[in-house]
C-alpha cells in the first residue's frame, strides 16, 4: 500500500514538471517567434520553433507519464511503462523533422543574400531572457527526473538545456549581425537546428536500445554480479541477464547453489538474492532467479535425463525383491548423470544376507544404466 502512494506521488511530481515547462515554453515560443518576425532575425525564429518542440514535448511527457503509470494487468504483466519510452521515440522523430525543415528553409533563404533580414538588439534581449528561464528550467526538470527515476523526463530537461544552449548560439549570431558579418545570423539559425536533430537522433538510438532490451551498462551488470555473487550460499552465476523497462530495470539470473542442499533452502537463497537487488539498486524492479546446482548451461544436450518415473521402473527392474523395503528415493541431477539415494529401514542395515544381495543388485544396476552414476543408501530409524 505503502509502495503505491508513493508511486502516486511521483507521477504526480513527473506531470506537474511538465505542466511547468510546458507553461513556460508556450510563453517562450509567442516571445521568441513574434520578436523574430519583429526583429528580423531567422535564428530567433528558430529558436522559437525550438521552444515549440519542448512544448510538444512537455505534452508527450504528460500523455506517456499517464498511459505509463497504469498498473500491471493480464496483458501487459509487467505494466504500461514501455508507454514513456515509445513517447521519446516520437519526440526524437519531432525534433528531426523540425530541425531538418529549419535547416532547408534558412539554406533556401542563404542563397539569395540580398532578401536576407536584419535582426536588431531587440533579439538580443529576447534570447538573453530565453538562456535564464531555459537554464532555470533545466535544473527544475533534472531534479524531478532524478528523484522520480524518469528518463523521459530526463531528456526532457536536457531538451530544456538544449534550448539554453540554441539561444546562446543565437545571441551570438544576432550580434556577430550587428558588427557586420550578415550571413552569422542564418549560420547560427542552421547550428540550432542541426542541434536540434542531434537531440532527436540520441533520444531515439537511446529508445529503441531499450525496445530491443538492451542490456544494462556493463558497470551496472558488473555491481550486480559482485552483488550476487557476495550473499551467502551462492557458489557461482552462470547466467545474467539484464534489460530496461522506463526508469526500471529487469533482471534474469542463474545461480549455483551446493549441489546437496534442500530445494526449499535453495528457494531460500533465491528469494535473498531477489530482495537484495531490489533493495540496492533503485532501478531494479524486478530479479527472476533461477537456482542450479551446478554450472548446467551445457548439460544434457546429448542425452533426455531420467524423469523420477523412469527412475523407479528401473528400480523396480533391478530391485524386485527389495521393492517393499524402499520407503522413497531422491535424485541428484549432477554432470549429466543422476544419483540415487535410497532410503531404507534401519533394521535393513542389520541384516548380512539382505545387504549383501542389494550390493549386489546395485552393482548390476550401476553397470547396465550408464545414465545413474551412483546409488547411496540412507537407513532410516523409525521412531514408535
Known sequence: ??????????????????????????????????????????????????????????FLVIVAVRLGSREADYEHPYGHRRFETIATVILGLSLIVIGGG????????????????????????????????????????????RKTRSKLLLANAWHQRSDAISSLVVLFGIGAVMLGYPLADAIAAIVVALMVVKIGLNLIFESIKELVDTSLPPVLVAEIRNAIMDIEGVEGIHLLRTRQMGEDALIDAHIVVDSRITVSEGHTIGDIVRDELISRFDDVMDVLVHVDPEDDEALFEKHKPLTRNEVKLILDQYLPDFKSHIEDFRIHYLSECIEVELILPFDVSADALLMTALKK?????????RNISNIVLFFKQNED
Do not use: C
Open 1 to 58: 500500500m505503502t509502495e503505491a502512494i508513493e508511486t502516486v506521488k511521483l507521477n504526480k511530481l513527473k506531470a506537474k514538471a511538465s505542466y511547468v515547462g510546458a507553461a513556460v515554453n508556450i510563453f517562450q515560443t509567442l516571445i521568441k517567434i513574434g520578436f523574430g518576425i519583429w526583429g528580423q532575425s531567422a535564428a530567433l525564429i528558430a529558436d522559437g520553433v525550438h521552444s515549440l518542440s519542448d512544448l510538444l514535448s512537455d
Open 102 to 145: 529549419i535547416s532547408w528553409a534558412v539554406m533556401t533563404r542563404i542563397t539569395h543574400p540580398e532578401a536576407l533580414p536584419a535582426p536588431n538588439s531587440l533579439g538580443i534581449a529576447v534570447a538573453s531572457l530565453s538562456i535564464i528561464i531555459n537554464e532555470w528550467l533545466y535544473h527544475y526538470t533534472k531534479r524531478i527526473a
Open 361 to 369: 543388485q546395485i552393482r548390476v544396476m550401476k553397470k547396465r544404466v
